[in-house]
T-cell receptor
């Protein structure tokens, strides 16, 4: 079992819809969770961090964390074509700063 | 203007040659990391350093070496022992003092070895 799992996609949504990206992780002691956006040929860009159960909203983005289910998700409201990218889920566990990345979900927003 | 710089953006080398990738940050971050990304794959950790003059192997350290002589700099050498060196190399840094562990990435170096 991979430590951090994501559906590779592509996930296609129409412009203006809500895109829902999901991630599961295997290490129960994981403490910190991150979502990165990576455009083709570019480096990852941090868009959200979440550390406690529940929802965290930032603009059109909402991160949701459920530690009991070992599940973290990212919702993108009013999706725009510029949101088309690969979204990487990352999880930190343990006392040192190693972060494990999922392989990413490719999102396509159709105009 | 704080950030992480990597140079060069593109690098071409012949097989059997060592090559050094530069990573510099002016964010005053203690921790720095090197990742490798292959097409369609996630990021794999090569080496990381939490403080100056100290570094640890990541998941795929074979064929790579690093140094951390200054807080701002964490160069990566890809040696001829690395069997498949062609990849996108990403450097990142994070702060230990804030406790957030958020990693910020440089623009990357795309290495092609033929």
């Amino acid at each position: 079992q991979k430590e951090v799992e994501q559906n590779s996609g592509p996930l296609s949504v129409p412009e203006g819809a809500i895109a829902s990206l999901n991630c599961t992780y295997s290490d129960r002691v994981s403490q910190s969770f991150f979502w990165y956006r990576q455009y083709s040929g570019k480096s990852p860009e941090l868009i959200m961090s979440i550390y406690s159960n529940g929802d965290k909203e930032d603009g059109r983005f909402t991160a949701q964390l459920n530690k009991a289910s070992q599940y973290v998700s990212l919702l993108i409201r009013d999706s725009q074509p510029s949101d088309s990218a690969t979204y990487l889920c990352a999880v930190k566990a343990g006392g040192y700063q190693k972060v494990t990345f999922g392989t990413g979900t490719k999102l396509q927003v159709i105009p | 203007d704080g950030g992480i710089t990597q140079s060069p953006k593109y690098l071409f080398r012949k097989e059997g040659q060592n090559v050094t990738l530069s990573c510099e940050q002016n964010l005053n971050h203690d921790a720095m990391y090197w990742y490798r990304q292959d097409p369609g794959q996630g990021l794999r950790l090569i080496y990381y350093s939490q403080i100056v003059n100290d570094f640890q192997k990541g998941d795929i350290a074979e064929g790579y070496s690093v140094s951390r002589e200054k807080k701002e700099s964490f160069p990566l050498t890809v040696t001829s022992a690395q069997k498949n060196p062609t990849a996108f190399y990403l450097c990142a840094s994070s702060s230990r003092t804030t406790g957030s562990y958020e990693q910020y990435f440089g623009p990357g170096t795309r290495l092609t070895v033929t």
